[in-house]
């Protein structure tokens, strides 16, 4: 796939010093560096979706779980759930980053553990970041749910359980709408990965991390290569989250 | 013989105001029943406390004659013998075989019982065919005829029917009213709320006027 491309006449470019030859050259070596399979930049990248993916299957199980709960039953402090998981959507990561910091540091109450810069610490922390976001997504799903889901399903036989399934399957575009939304959350977010993980070469480092270090090592092609990926993982999120939020 | 429901001083008020205000009403077994009466006279929120989603503030609701505790489980229990067809039915974004199916799967009935049962109520219902088409893209008149037919597969003993040709064309309530007979030739009650003027006569049932939440 490689041999096919000859960036040899682009680099005669190099030793002219413009800003826009900088970053046309800068463009070029990421390019080679994605299509020559950099095994540093796609170890990172495989870190990046690894951490995220579980953070949000693990943020899926809790948000959706509460997105039902808060969303289908009535209770005292109702509004202020929401209010609350509203506020949290705007969670500051570096704050998840530091509450966890403190928890899972050697002196803190999880220390015990030896979590902290694991990718598991990361994966915590992005599940912590991910959850209100799900739930609100799935309160909002509920919100605009037909009213006459629940009694069907009730009047059909269905108990608590059923027809809390039921309502989830009727919603379900909005669920992975959800899901889709935590993942952007949390597969562009810094903060936590960066104060969890530690940004360990090959073990925790992810996309977002390798980005602000190599870019203040003046590597900033092989933060370029990265970005490239980030994009497009982020607007595959955002055409998906479009696509479901159309049906 | 002891009556399906029984209704003991049963009140039901939203935001102070009346809804339903009973003193007493015993509905028998295997009778066909039609209440009548003006908009909001409480003919829906009464079909609502009879399918246990709905919760009276004051009274006492009986089902063969033990008095409903309103617990959950005991609620599920009950429900699984009667059911409700709301006045504009919903069904779910799927095919018209997975809607039906969905109550007897709760049940634990079998697939090849499924299937047979499936076969039989959509031949009943001037259905036969309609099996894989999105229950959503039917017309109205199909959409209620698949809510009854979901209804009448789980073998209910009461069958409630909420205003069940309100929102229907004229085209649909000749369908609907062509279902009656089959209707008619199950062994269950049937208690109804209707606007059609004719409809108690043709069904040869007991009518119950409402008026302001009351019976007249």
Redesign the interface.
């Known amino acids: 796939m490689t041999a096919g491309l000859d960036f040899s006449g682009l680099y005669a470019l190099q030793g002219i010093n413009t800003p826009v030859d900088f970053l046309c050259e800068s463009l070029l070596q990421a390019l080679r560096l994605i299509f020559t399979y950099d095994p540093e930049v796609y170890v990172t990248i495989w870190t990046s979706l690894k951490v995220s993916s579980l953070a949000v299957l693990f943020a899926s199980l809790f948000g959706i779980s509460a997105g039902l709960v808060v969303g289908t039953c009535r209770f005292a402090g109702r509004r202020l759930v929401i209010t609350l998981l509203n506020t949290l959507m705007a969670l500051p990561t570096v704050v998840v980053g530091l509450v966890c910091y403190g928890f899972l540091s050697r002196s803190g109450p999880l220390g015990h553990l030896g979590l902290l810069f694991t990718n598991q610490a990361v994966v915590l922390g992005l599940t912590i970041l991910a959850t209100p976001v799900i739930a609100n997504y799935t309160i909002g799903a509920l919100s605009a749910a037909?009213g006459?889901?629940l009694?069907?399903a009730?009047?059909?036989?269905?108990?608590?359980v059923?027809s809390a399934l039921?309502l989830l399957?009727?919603i379900r575009f909005g669920a992975m709408a959800a899901v889709i939304a935590g993942f952007g959350r949390v597969i562009a977010e810094v903060g936590i990965a960066m104060m969890l993980g530690g940004n360990i070469r090959g073990l925790t480092r992810t996309m977002t991390t390798a980005i602000a270090l190599e870019t203040s090592k003046g590597e900033f092609a092989f933060g370029l290569a990265l970005g490239i990926f980030l994009m497009t993982v982020a607007l595959i999120v955002n055409l998906l989250l479009n696509l479901l939020q159309q049906r | 013989m002891t009556p399906l429901f029984s209704l003991r001083k049963i009140h039901k008020s939203y935001n102070g105001q009346v809804a339903l205000s009973i003193n007493k009403l015993d509905f028998m077994p295997g009778c066909i029943y039609s209440l009548v009466g003006p908009n909001g006279c409480g003919k829906s929120t009464l079909l609502?406390i009879l399918?246990?989603?709905l919760k009276p503030t004051a009274g006492e609701l009986f089902y063969r004659g033990r008095p409903i505790a309103w617990r959950?489980r005991e609620l599920?229990k009950v429900?699984?013998e009667?059911?409700?067809v709301?006045q504009?039915?919903?069904l779910?974004?799927r095919s018209v075989r997975y809607n039906l199916a969905?109550?007897m799967k709760?049940?634990g009935i079998a697939e090849t019982e499924q299937g047979e049962r499936i076969d039989h109520i959509l031949e009943l219902v001037g259905l036969t065919g309609f099996e894989d088409r999105n229950a959503r893209e039917l017309s109205g008149g199909e959409q209620q005829r698949v809510a009854i037919a979901?209804?009448l597969l789980?073998r209910p003993q009461v069958l409630l029917l909420d205003e069940p040709t309100s929102n229907m064309d004229k085209k649909s309530i000749d369908e609907f009213d062509a279902l009656l007979p089959v209707l008619m030739e199950q062994d269950l009650t049937i208690i109804q709320a209707t606007h059609q003027p004719d409809q108690p006569q043709r069904l040869g049932s007991a009518i119950i006027a409402m008026d302001l939440g009351r019976l007249v």
Request: glycine share 8%; hydrophobic share 30%.
């Open positions: 037909d006459r889901i009694p069907t009730q009047t059909l036989g269905a108990g608590s059923q039921l399957q009727e | 609502q399918a246990l989603l959950r599920q429900r699984r009667v059911t409700l709301h504009s039915p919903y779910f974004h969905y109550g709760l049940r979901r209804a789980l």
